[in-house]
């Protein structure tokens, strides 16, 4: 027989339910317009952030694992991984639609409440962005060193990227992975090493194993750079030119990041077939 509930448990304990299990209730305590009265399109903005920064936590999870597979040499885990990523990010241009039924007449309405806060603060998109090897450390100085984000950007700032990760994985087939390549400071951003271009190139001709992880890295770097361009088109559309919310430059701030991709080894050899 079908029930609703599940029964109690016989030692006491109280029944994991589905709102229990993902804490439902809590969840939507968890919205607090500042706006008084309450301006009608500023929940859907919390969510929205909200929302993001739940997504972002499970792609640092999913690309932390990516690191480590490509470091140990497993194809087909790191393969996954990514196309997990690449799904997320096309989640993240999808909800960026929702946001922009909201007019700047209707943003307007609330901005002003947001004070300081903005999105430019995310610090868990900074840690993506190092571990993907774009590491800027002047962004680890603007989140205090009293809250526990400062620690989590300063380990992810010295942690290998995932494109160190990658040099790992071809040393594990076998590619010999020239010392420059490797030989930086931890701390700074990735930048094309030409000395391995030649084997990046015969590796999309010699071997399809290495031609496919290569394939899906730049699949998620696109990707990535295609959620930045929609965020900039958004910016753009609901503020103009305005200075952004946090004392930002706006949508003149995130256009600088358009087109740098994290991998880009694997945009510069294209010209080479």
Known sequence: ???????????????????????????????????????????LFIVIHQVYELWFKVMLHGLDRVRTMLSGGHLHESLAGLKRARTILKTLVAQIDILETMTPLEFASFRERLQSASGFQSAQFREIEFLLGYKRPQMVELHPSSEPSHDRLRRRLNEPSIVDAFYDFLTTRGIDVPTSCRDKDPTSATVPCPEIHDQLVACYRDKPDIALLMESMVDF?????????????????????????????????????????????????????
Do not use: C, N
Request: glycine share 8%; proline share 6%.
């Open 1 to 43: 027989m079908s029930q609703d509930y599940a029964p109690e448990p016989a030692d006491g304990t109280k029944a994991i339910t589905y709102a229990s299990y993902l804490k439902v209730e809590e969840l939507l305590t968890l919205q607090t317009p500042q706006s008084d009265p309450e301006e009608h399109d500023e929940l």
């Open 221 to 273: 770097d696109e990707g990535l750079q295609e959620w930045r361009y929609r965020h900039v088109k958004m910016v753009e559309r609901t503020l103009g030119h305005k200075i952004g919310t946090g004392g930002s430059s706006g949508a003149e701030f995130l256009a600088s990041t358009l087109f740098k991709p994290v991998f880009p080894d694997l945009w510069e050899i294209r010209s080479a077939f």
